[in-house]
């Protein structure tokens, strides 16, 4: 039998600029730097750092790049290739997109902001086609987790475990792998719930989202013998 | 004695536009976009790919993305800020910058740019500053070689390593470890002949700079109990 695991990157900092704000001097600069109408503009922390002002948990938004880096990162080895790994990545509105694992992401962050405009607008890139690359699997974290296995956190104020031993136990127990993509702040409060263990890989000091990902993909591919 | 590690991303693609590209429609337009002059812009495959037509070797050029995630990936672990991993880059033009660990390079790649076309313009930054963050430690490969130690070179059609093979080598025998920060083609022979070993750690599979990089800190970290 194959081991397999799914990787989840949660509360991913991805979304549409909100409609409030397309009227912002820093929104309207951006959609006509790009040629973008604002209704299909990602919001970007670099780009819309004023007009982010009034946003509620705006520390938590605006930051394409990291679930960007992530991506690139667990779909360039060879266990994605191989059907070894399977990479979802859930965002603040609750839905948990699927990338199949012969996506070849855009490299440039600006390209990849284009291609998940359409994805959260229509729900699956190439937009119309019947054989989609990244899709909706579910509306919620919480349907999500239901059907698709127990959810292993990776959080800086969980248990102290090794990466090779998170690494393990998802194997063993076919759990999700959980790690957040978004800058700072903590968790939801729901995200927290779901997780049925939540472990901190470097002795409770914080990481980058992509230092977690490269950290774990390596034990992964370690472990399966890669 | 504390074990430190010395790693340098090679050729990188990473310039300024050429200035005979200055009055291409795409470098006038991205100047325009960004009210960048066209000398302080850096060359861009996603934004300058028309005006890159005539480069030579226009395949390994354009690509500062590559070289802005490994950076993000060796400055963001443990290794570099215990001073265990010293981080350095080569460009195509020769030069070899260090990136000081206490860096925290941008994580935008626009903004990125902007900090590298200052690098590139003035060898160090930030510009002026008596004690750069980032700065030129050599004008060529061959003096840095020279001077800082041998040069192991991770090369799709090198001799088979495990990366914790490759990482427990440079250790014992205080050697650099260079991964290529390129989109494709191959080392310059230049390049190839400053290495006194090649070593392919994916079977001779190419993988992507950032996935070399994140797999030999993977091992690093590791090896030196972090």
Redesign the interface.
Same mark, same amino acid.
């Given at each position: 039998m194959k081991a397999s695991v799914k990787m989840l990157f949660l509360e991913s900092s991805l979304e549409l600029v909100p409609r409030e704000l397309h009227r912002e001097p820093d929104v309207i600069r951006s959609a006509r730097?790009?040629e973008i109408p604002p209704a299909r503009l990602i919001l @970007?922390k =670099?780009l819309h750092y004023k007009a982010m002002r009034g946003l509620e948990r705006k520390w938590k938004r605006g930051?394409p790049?990291?679930i960007h880096?992530c991506l690139?990162?667990a779909t @360039?080895? &060879?266990l994605t290739r191989m059907g070894v790994l399977e990479v979802y990545f859930h965002v603040l509105d609750g839905r948990v997109f699927k990338v199949r694992s012969d996506t070849r992401l855009p490299? +440039?962050?600006?390209?990849f902001k284009g291609v998940m405009a359409d994805l959260l607008i229509s729900d699956s890139v190439p937009v119309g086609s019947p054989d989609p690359l990244i899709f909706k699997v579910s509306d919620s974290l919480e349907e999500f987790v239901a059907r698709e296995g127990k959810l292993i956190l990776l959080w800086e104020k969980g248990e102290p475990r090794r &990466?090779e031993e998170v690494v393990e136990e998802a194997i063993e127990e076919n759990a999700i792998i959980g790690i957040g993509a978004f800058p700072r702040g903590d968790f939801e409060e729901t995200t927290l719930r779901l997780a049925y263990k939540r472990y901190a890989i470097?002795g409770g +000091?914080p990481?980058?989202a992509? =230092?977690v990902t =490269?950290?774990l993909?390596?034990?992964l591919?370690r472990r399966l013998g890669?």
């Open positions: 730097r790009y @970007d =670099s930051r790049d990291i880096i690139l990162l @360039d080895t &060879p490299r +440039h962050l600006e390209r &990466p470097a +000091h990481l980058a992509w =230092s =490269s950290r993909l390596c034990e591919e890669i």
